[in-house]
């Protein structure tokens, strides 16, 4: 069976915490709207519901909603975003690259992807 090894992408991601705060924030990242692409569960702050391209997806706290490289948005349990994503040091290409890079121009390793 072939195996397949998932692109090393940027991506955008808030982390919903269940505070009032965290709503505020979610909601800018989201684009601002109640409503559109999600629903929340706003007496509580217990969580909502965003509008995937896979259809209604339910996020809790702790979850991270992530924007995707074509722009969607969707939820990722913590544990998962743990063991796929790590922060981007601002100023480096990605873990592989050992330059850093003040300018717009990209290490090697950059300009090949």
């Not at 808030?14 to 505020?24: E, H, P, Y």
């Not at 709207?33 to 809790?60: D, K």
């Amino acid at each position: 069976m072939p195996k397949f090894r998932k692109k090393p992408v940027e991506i955008e991601a808030v982390q919903f915490t269940g505070t009032g705060d965290s709503c505020t924030e979610v909601l800018a990242f989201l684009g601002g709207s109640h409503s559109g692409n999600q629903r929340w569960n706003s007496t509580t702050n217990t969580g909502g519901v965003i509008l995937t391209l896979e259809g209604e997806m339910a996020f809790r706290p702790g979850d991270w909603i992530i924007k995707g490289v074509a722009g969607e948005f969707y939820p990722c349990r913590d544990d998962i975003f743990a063991a796929t994503y790590e922060p981007v040091e601002e100023g480096r290409c990605g873990p592989e690259c050992s330059e850093m890079h003040t300018e717009t121009g990209r290490c090697e390793i950059a300009r090949n992807r």
